[in-house]
């Protein structure tokens, strides 16, 4: 059966419900223990293959509805799609859309699972060159936190965000098609800023910040949580019933949030108006809230209009 001409491909955003930055490593890397789950919401790429070779400069195009998103070579979609024609002597042209829904620098993944889509789909028109374990090392190379979107479902990321596993089943079902409203203000935290204020913090005395929304955000010791803490916390979720609620943690928030007050301001009205138990996702500066039955939808969402203004983003989604 001859490959297809033309693939699309769901790009889920993701938020991370437990995010234990453990340390800073010998190459300027972090390690982290995280649990990250795929949202049903997310952006749809689209990938066209035409005929014949083209020359390296010409071979990959990118379109896309918003005039924020970069179509050069700084884009992980393009980044992606040289890296799988590296990997596996692809030539032919291929013409990329990307339909975007998820807001960029907010810690939803949104360009590292664009970069998972267009090699998905890359190794769909070639006839599935490339197996799994081939397409999870492509993808570590072009981001640490790429390698988790080829699970679809629930997973436990380890190291620099390379080293995936999938969460225990039971573990899963305690996640899955849970309801998440996602929010996020009209500002962004670059990533590899919120990593140095968790360095800079770690290697002060004291704790790294006092903004928290919750006590437990920052270790003692700094921004870092040792890396036995954050498995024996992990461990003790997936051994256990807790809900979802009960795994929530970011290492991130303790630094994040001495820079932008406004996101503890918040995350704080909604733990005592509505019950919630909101977190930051990734390095920020998107939020979410696991949802009970019957939370007033609507309600959250003005009140998260009122503190941030119209032009926040708030989107209702589940756990895939």
Request: charged share 20%; with cysteine.
């Amino acid at each position: 059966m001859n490959p297809p001409p033309t693939v699309t491909i769901f790009s889920p955003a993701k938020i991370n419900l437990f995010l234990a930055v453990t340390g800073r490593r010998a190459d300027d890397y972090h390690d982290l223990v995280s649990v990250v789950a795929p949202l049903t919401f997310g952006d749809e790429l689209t990938a066209r293959a035409g005929e014949g070779s083209a020359n390296a400069a010409e071979q990959f195009r990118l379109e896309c509805d918003d005039p924020a998103v970069p179509l050069d070579g700084t884009n992980l979609v393009l980044k992606a799609a040289v890296a799988f024609a590296a990997a596996t002597g692809w030539t032919r042209p291929v013409a990329f859309r990307l339909i975007k829904r998820v807001p960029m620098a907010a810690g939803l993944g949104g360009g590292s699972s664009n970069a998972v889509a267009a090699l998905v789909a890359l190794n769909r028109l070639s006839g599935t060159t490339l197996d799994r374990a081939a397409l999870a090392a492509l993808a570590a190379q072009i981001g640490s936190d790429c390698p988790v979107f080829l699970e679809g479902a629930p997973a436990v990321m380890r190291g620099r965000g390379e080293r995936v596993e999938a969460l225990p089943a039971a573990a899963a079902r305690r996640l899955r098609g849970r309801r998440v409203l996602v929010f996020k203000p009209s500002f962004g935290v670059g990533t590899p800023w919120a990593y140095a204020q968790l360095a800079l913090a770690s290697a002060r005395p004291g704790p790294a910040s006092t903004m928290s929304a919750k006590p437990e955000s920052a270790s003692a010791a700094g921004a870092y949580l040792p890396v036995d803490e954050a498995e024996r916390r992990l461990a003790r979720w997936i051994g256990g019933e807790a809900p979802a609620e009960d795994l929530l943690f970011n290492s991130f928030e303790s630094v994040v949030f001495r820079k932008f007050i406004a996101l503890p301001t918040l995350l704080g009205r909604l733990r005592e108006r509505f019950g919630l138990a909101p977190l930051m996702s990734g390095s920020g500066s998107a939020c979410f809230a696991l949802l009970p039955d019957g939370a007033p939808v609507e309600a959250i969402a003005e009140c998260i209009r009122e503190a941030w203004g119209d032009v926040s983003f708030v989107q209702s989604t589940t756990i895939a």
